[in-house]
């Protein structure tokens, strides 16, 4: 007998959305403490690593539309740890800083991946492997837009 083509548990993109949401849900307990949502801890993520960052800088980072980005941006300014402001360089450019109190999150937040691997409970070349199939499918998936 051949596979059923379009059976939900043969797709790929099923499995992919179920996963993202099983490990979403992971994370949340584990943010709620710092209070981020997911999103806003990979804007943090992406300021601890470079700052300041302009939006469209962001944006390309984490994949996000601009008009995606700029509500989480402004939840996260209104927690006190990011600054907006227009950019020296570039008056049309808006520059995301962290605050002081964002700097200091990073501390709490390393605690968090380590965290996360042990609710899981996969030996580490499992996740290093996974991330590395996403990986290439993130890139073959970019390629075909």
Known sequence: MSEDL???ENQVCFGLAVAARSVIALYRPVLEPLNLTHPQYLVMLALWEREPRSVRELSDALQLE????SPLLKRLEATG???????AADERALEVTLTPAGRELRAEAEKIPPRIVERLGLPMEDIL???????TIIAAAVRER
């Open 6 to 8: 379009l059976a939900l």
């Open 129 to 135: 492997n996974l991330r590395e199939s996403l990986r």
């Open 66 to 69: 601009p008009a995606t980005l």
């Open 81 to 87: 740890y990011v600054e907006r402001r227009r950019s």
